[in-house]
Structure formats: structure tokens, C-alpha cells
């Protein structure tokens, strides 16, 4: 496996259920992320993590919780979702070095949420 | 605070014509690197181009340049000789030395190519 993989691609859940999304990065970097992007909306950034430290959590709902147990994998944990949730999640990973800004973000292919 | 503009959200081209994507930015930082990704309907974002707010000269990839324009802070995409395969979405970023980790994503331009 090369890149960033994310599984599963497609999810459909009911409001009551409990899902895990997965993501892993192949490429040795330090920061990974979880974005939401749902139609006709800008990318949403949820959670950035920089050597599986959380380092941004932009005001997202406690129903979803991320985890990073190492700087390879990243988790998002779905619970008593809304169908306003239903979106694409996208996962990436950057090299983030001291005074560079010329690491580019690597995406995985998504997964894409639906909420009944 | 650190802000990502395109304003146009949809384009039309005709096929073999070159296209121009617009891209403003707003930030403070003297330091920072601005890119540019494509995300066909598959969804998956595609990493197209960079350029650093001290490169001299615009960024080229191909037939992907970056018109960087430092005073109207500007980095308009040019796609030369478009394809049927260009039609995507396309989304203008933005990384600041002082915002360590995130990156700032405008709301993107949708262009079709036509035959």
C-alpha cells in the first residue's frame, strides 16, 4: 500500500449505530487530519494531530471522537449521528517541519457518510 | 487571520484552450506556501502544484502553472491545453509558517471541459 488509504469508501449507518472510520498514511509523516466536505460547502478541517498529539479541534460535535494511537493511523468514531453528518470524510497527512510551508497535504480517497 | 477566495465557482472550456482559475489570499505572515489540488468526482483531492511566498519564479508542473502575483496577493492556476480529463474540482490553499499545521482551503471552482 502506497499513499493514504481510507476504509471504508462508502458508509451508510443509522442515527442510532456506532461506526469507525479508518485512516493510515504509508508515507513516514507526522501530521494527519480529518476533513469534512458536504455539498455545496467549503472544506471543513475537524482535527489535526502532530506526532498523535491533538493539536486542533475545530468546534466539532462530541459525536465524533478521533484517535491516534500512532503517527500512522488515524480513527474517527462515529455515535449518534445526524443526517446533517452525511458527507465526505477526508483523511490526510503532511510532513510538518520547523519554518517550511512548502509540505503538501496528501488526501486519501475518502469515505463517503450516510446518515438514515 | 489567514483567508482562502475563489470567486468563481464554475468554469466552462473548450478542449485544447487554456483556463485561468482564480485564487486570492489574505494573511499577515511573511512566510507561507500556497497550493493547488484537484478533486475529480471520485473525490479524491490530487496535489497539483506549489509555490512558496519567497520563489522568485511562478511555479510550473506540466501544463499546470501558478501566476503568482505577490502585491495583489494573487496565485491564479493556468491550465494549458485542457483535456476532457481536467473536469474537476479545483481548490486553491494556503500554509503560513506561523499556523504550523493547517492549511486553509478556499471553497473551490468547478470546471468542465467541452469537446
Known amino acids: 500500500e502506497t499513499g493514504v488509504t481510507q476504509t471504508p469508501r462508502h458508509l451508510v449507518m443509522g442515527m442510532t449505530n456506532k461506526k469507525s472510520l479508518k485512516c493510515e498514511q504509508h508515507l513516514g509523516h507526522n501530521a494527519m487530519y480529518w476533513y469534512k466536505q458536504s455539498a455545496k460547502k467549503p472544506l471543513e478541517l475537524m482535527f489535526v494531530?502532530?506526532?498523535?498529539?491533538?493539536?486542533e479541534n475545530n468546534s466539532v460535535p462530541s459525536r465524533f471522537s478521533p484517535e491516534c494511537p500512532n503517527s500512522s493511523h488515524l480513527f474517527l468514531h462515529l455515535h449518534t449521528l445526524q443526517p446533517e453528518d452525511s458527507a465526505l470524510y477526508l483523511c490526510?497527512?503532511?510532513?510538518?517541519?520547523?519554518?517550511?510551508?512548502?509540505?503538501?497535504?496528501?488526501f486519501g480517497p475518502g469515505t463517503r457518510l450516510t446518515v438514515l | 487571520a489567514q483567508k482562502i477566495t475563489q470567486t468563481q465557482p464554475g468554469m466552462f472550456v473548450q478542449e485544447k484552450e487554456a483556463v485561468t482559475l482564480d485564487c486570492t489570499y489574505d494573511?499577515?505572515?511573511?512566510?507561507?506556501?500556497l497550493f493547488w489540488y484537484k478533486q475529480p468526482s471520485s473525490g479524491e483531492m490530487i496535489f497539483l502544484i506549489y509555490q512558496g511566498s519567497y520563489d522568485e519564479q511562478n511555479a510550473t508542473e506540466g501544463r499546470y502553472s501558478l501566476n503568482f502575483q505577490k502585491a495583489r496577493k494573487s496565485a491564479n492556476l493556468v491550465i494549458s491545453a485542457s483535456q476532457l480529463g481536467d473536469s474537476a474540482m479545483y481548490f486553491c490553499?494556503?500554509?503560513?509558517?506561523?499556523?504550523?499545521?493547517?492549511?486553509?482551503f478556499g471553497t473551490g471552482t468547478s470546471l468542465t471541459v467541452i469537446p
Open positions: 490526510a497527512s503532511s510532513q510538518i517541519l520547523r519554518g517550511g510551508t512548502d509540505n503538501e497535504q496528501f
Open positions: 494573511t499577515s505572515d511573511q512566510s507561507y506556501g
Open positions: 494531530y502532530n506526532f498523535k498529539e491533538q493539536t
Open positions: 490553499a494556503m500554509r503560513t509558517m506561523n499556523t504550523g499545521n493547517q492549511f486553509y
